[in-house]
């Protein structure tokens, strides 16, 4: 005999459970992987926390921000290619590995000596320039959201090195950057293209003789304990872009996507606060470090340097916009 009872209660059940079920799946947060490369404690590594941190409290939990840094997730190429494909949601891959996805005015960050200043550097990445060159994004799939500071680069090596005819013949390791290589060319270096996180195994087992980075990126990476001279060439600039998956920061809810570029511009501001002041700090671990030489250089060195790394420029105009280039110079003329 059918009991009309027990089915009135099952169709109840099932009513509930799927009420339960819609609440729970409209409770469940929205996660945005962000992956990175370098240490916690850098300038994108703070940056990227500080963002977690304020884009979890002001959504209340609507979102959550999953951070994978050290190339625990992804290494810098393949990054690029998990964000395009929507595996992760949110980067921040340093300016010269974006020539690699074609747009090869990214590069204008990596001429020698471009930025007399960190003021001028500003006016670039938040002003027009910096805005044009996130547009460009857009046609791969990718929105450019802000610029992340890290800082000037210094120069290492394994034996001694003061002047740019110190680095002939060395292998120094780059970012995948043609403008990077032209410049270890135009020192009769030999560039070695290398992820970051395989930097260090590099220099440990001699793959490479040296490489250049901010000494936040070469501190973290403890790259003072496999190299002997680090020369305070301040040489080039290393910052960021920071990028999301198109379609999935354009399917957030509007209410959603305007708090998050709060966060974005806040955790900004905090990061071009910090990052030359960690540089700084990091810098003197390295001096204080055993089996590192920190070598500063007399004014007349540098404009050895200068000097020497002043054709690279020109070589790259027919890569980088001319007109970018002439832009940027005189921002600084005007200074
Ligand atoms: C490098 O590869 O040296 C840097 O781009 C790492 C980073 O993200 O700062």
Request: net charge neutral; aromatic share 8%; glycine share 6%.
């Given at each position: 005999?059918?009991?009309?009872?027990?089915?009135?209660?099952?169709?109840?059940?099932?009513?509930?459970?799927s009420v339960l079920g819609t609440s729970l799946a409209q409770a469940a947060p929205i996660v945005i992987k962000f992956s990175h490369v370098v240490a916690p404690n850098t300038p994108k590594g703070i940056a990227a926390l500080e963002f977690k941190r304020?884009?979890?409290?002001?959504?209340?939990?609507?979102?959550?921000?999953?951070?994978?840094?050290?190339?625990?997730?992804?290494?810098?190429?393949?990054?690029?290619?998990?964000?395009?494909?929507g595996a992760v949601q949110m980067l921040a891959p340093?300016?010269?590995?974006?020539?690699?996805?074609?747009?090869?005015?990214?590069?204008?960050?990596?001429?020698?000596?471009?930025?007399?200043?960190?003021?001028?550097?500003?006016?670039?990445?938040?002003?027009?320039?910096?805005?044009a060159l996130l547009d460009q994004l857009s046609s791969r799939g990718i929105l450019g959201l802000a610029f992340w500071d890290n800082g000037f680069k210094v120069m290492s090596s394994n034996s001694p090195l003061r002047l740019p005819s110190d680095l002939?013949?060395?292998r120094m390791r780059i970012q995948p950057s043609r403008t990077l290589e032209a410049q270890m060319n135009e020192l009769g270096a030999i560039s070695v293209p290398l992820a970051f996180s395989d930097v260090y195994p590099a220099l440990q087992s001699g793959l490479v003789d040296g490489t250049e980075n901010p000494p936040s990126n070469f501190y973290t990476q403890r790259m003072q304990e496999v190299q002997k001279?680090?020369?305070?060439?301040?040489?080039?600039?290393l910052g960021y872009a920071v990028i999301v998956n198109k379609k999935f920061w354009t399917s957030?809810?509007?209410?959603?996507?305007?708090?998050?570029?709060?966060?974005?511009?806040?955790a900004t501001q905090k990061n071009n606060d910090e990052?030359?002041?960690?540089?700084k700090a990091a810098l003197d671990a390295i001096r204080k470090s055993p089996g590192v030489q920190v070598v500063d250089?007399?004014?007349?060195?540098?404009?050895?340097?200068?000097?020497?790394?002043?054709?690279?420029?020109v070589k790259m105009e027919g890569r980088i916009d001319r007109n970018l280039i002439e832009q940027i110079k005189s921002l600084s003329e005007n200074r």
């Open positions: 005999m059918v009991c009309p009872g027990r089915s009135l209660v099952k169709t109840i059940l099932v009513l509930i459970v304020l884009a979890e409290m002001r959504t209340k939990g609507r979102v959550r921000v999953d951070i994978y840094p050290n190339a625990s997730l992804y290494k810098d190429k393949d990054e690029l290619e998990a964000l395009q494909l340093s300016l010269a590995k974006f020539g690699q996805l074609g747009l090869k005015d990214y590069e204008v960050f990596d001429l020698p000596y471009i930025f007399p200043s960190e003021k001028v550097l500003h006016e670039v990445t938040q002003g027009e320039i910096g805005h002939k013949n060395k001279y680090v020369a305070v060439t301040n040489h080039g600039y957030l809810p509007g209410d959603l996507r305007v708090i998050l570029e709060q966060c974005i511009a806040d990052a030359a002041k960690l540089n250089l007399t004014p007349q060195e540098r404009e050895t340097w200068r000097k020497a790394l002043a054709p690279v420029q």
